[in-house]
Antibody
């Protein structure tokens, strides 16, 4: 069965860095586009970043552009999010999610359980 | 950037029908997807491409999309449907194309 397991969250000071990982299993990871989506405490969902199956196409939300970097290692079935210059407003649960359709407009059919990132001094 | 607007809350009695709207400029020209999120859990896809249901999602969940409004309809509402619901589109004309709606809390009375 499809599984997405995030890790790497934790407490970090403002201005600090953190690298999130998402381990995928149960499907051919290299065939699928992937995204990171976050949810601040008590708030709604916010799409963060998107990467194509090969890694050649990448998008970012304005709120993280220039600070966050999405990447993937298809040999390791893993998705990553490098987060630099973290701010208090980046505090959220971060989910990785799979886009089931390589063509067409993306949506997300499987989500991980999320990893909490807290940015605080 | 593209904005999706949802009502903050919808209340419905068991057995009745809940309708959750998602407003956006000419949203009828886009594919709309809907997610259900219960407290402490990850979101679950309940409708994709306006009106298709993933396997395992009850037929009670249906969707439509036209003009400036997309709608998720939950028929014969059950207590277990109480959750937050989010619409989502992909704005291909934008450099930051992923967009979620503001979310709607469905309360079963």
């Amino acid at each position: 069965q499809v599984q997405l397991v995030e890790s790497g969250g934790g407490l970090v000071k403002p201005g600090g860095s953190l690298r999130l990982s998402c381990a995928a299993s149960g499907f051919t990871f290299s065939d699928y586009y992937m995204s990171w989506i976050r949810q601040a405490p008590g708030k709604g969902l916010e799409w963060v970043s998107y990467i194509s199956s090969s890694g050649s196409t990448i998008y970012y939300a304005d709120s993280v552009k220039g600070r966050f970097t999405i990447s993937r290692d298809n040999a390791k079935n893993s998705l990553y999010l490098q987060m630099n210059s973290l701010r208090a407003e980046d505090t959220a649960v971060y989910y990785c999610a799979r886009d089931p359709e390589a063509m067409g407009e993306p949506f997300f059919d499987y989500w991980g359980q999320g990893t909490l990132v807290t940015v605080s001094s | 950037s593209y904005v999706l607007t949802q009502p903050p809350s919808v209340s419905v009695a068991p057995g009745q029908t809940a309708r959750i709207t998602c407003g956006g400029n000419n949203i009828g020209s886009k594919s709309v997807h809907w997610y259900q999120q219960k407290p402490g859990q990850a979101p679950v896809l309940v409708v994709y491409d306006d009106s298709d249901r993933p396997s395992g999602i009850p037929e009670r969940f249906s969707g439509s999309n036209s003009g400036n409004t997309a709608t998720l309809t939950i028929s014969r509402v059950e207590a277990g449907d109480e959750a937050d619901y989010y619409c989502q589109v992909w704005d291909s004309s934008s450099d930051h194309p992923g967009v979620f709606g503001t979310g709607t809390k469905v309360t079963v009375l």
